[in-house]
């Protein structure tokens, strides 16, 4: 065999050998490689908006500024809620919730009218709480035509005076307070102004509003409705004298909506609320 053919059959011999190695083994992790991709391609979670709701609350009519404006501040925290209020005379939103109206809180302006709810088994009696208290000024017409000075000037027989009714918490307190004062401006103090009375309203505001038109010659309203009107004179009323006016809070049983009531209650006794309730003239309570 000559050298060419040796050579030949070398090279033969050589692409033969290759032929017969194993092809090298390539293993894919399919998990790792396809657990990205459904991460990436998950549907995002939905976190679904809460449900609109609309809060009833029946509040004296003393607390319609400073309310409206707690009302602002609440619904800042709770953008899901709408308040709707219904300011009135204490015993006729009383009467109001015992026949039925749907309700969610209500804030009275003495315990006697939150009582009448109590007793009609629609509030119970441990949940209600004073929430902030009140007193009592003599207010007249900005030009006090009758020279009114002092709370002994409303025994000057010829004025007209304006108060609430005696069924209104308004009323109830101004009595008190005619009756306190019969112990220092004589037994017929309290006889003698009530003879001058011309108008008992259903409401303080309606009050406030016939003295600030010049209905009357003065009235008498909380402390609260004083700092809301421009067109008046406030008289101060002796501290010994006056009455003290409370005012408690509380969710009603029925509420559609209990959780936000309750809320809205807890909101009443924040920093924030009694600040408020304060700026306009009411005395705050610490819970």
């Known amino acids: ?58 509040a004296a009519a003393s607390l319609t500024d400073a309310f409206t404006e707690i009302g602002t501040a609440f619904q800042a925290q709770y953008p899901n809620v709408t308040i709707s209020f219904n300011f009135a005379g204490s015993q006729a939103l009383a009467s109001q919730i015992v026949e039925g109206a749907p309700v969610d809180v209500f804030a009275s302006a003495n315990n006697s009218q939150m009582q009448v709810v109590v007793d009609a088994g629609l509030i119970p009696a441990d949940t209600a709480t004073a929430f902030v208290h009140n007193s009592l000024v003599i207010v007249t017409p900005a030009d ?64 406030l509003s016939k003295v600030e038109l010049g209905e009357a010659d003065a009235g008498v309203v909380y402390l609260s409705d004083s700092v809301t009107s421009t ?35 807890d909101f009443i006794y924040s920093t924030e609320a009694q600040e408020i309730l304060t700026r306009y003239g009411f005395i705050s309570v610490a819970r």
């Open 1 to 58: 065999m000559n050298k060419k053919s040796l050579l030949v059959l070398l090279l033969l011999a050589a692409m033969l050998t290759a032929c017969s190695t194993p092809a090298a083994t390539v293993t894919t992790d399919v998990a790792a490689t396809e657990a990205p991709i459904a991460a990436e391609t998950a549907a995002p979670v939905e976190t679904s908006a809460p449900e609109p709701v609309t809060l009833t609350v029946f």
């Open 144 to 207: 006090n035509p009758a020279g009114i000075d002092e709370l002994a000037d409303l025994a000057q027989p010829g004025l007209t005076l304006v108060f609430a009714a005696d069924t209104v918490p308004a009323g109830k307190y101004t009595i008190d307070l005619l009756t306190n004062a019969n112990a220092t401006l004589g037994e017929t103090f309290s006889a003698s102004v009530l003879a001058n009375v011309v108008s008992y309203e259903d409401n303080v505001r309606s009050v």
């Open 231 to 265: 067109s008046i004179q406030v008289i101060e009323i002796p501290d010994d004298m006056n009455v003290i006016a409370t005012y408690p809070i509380a969710t009603v049983s029925a509420s559609a909506n209990a959780d936000y009531a309750q809320a809205f209650v």
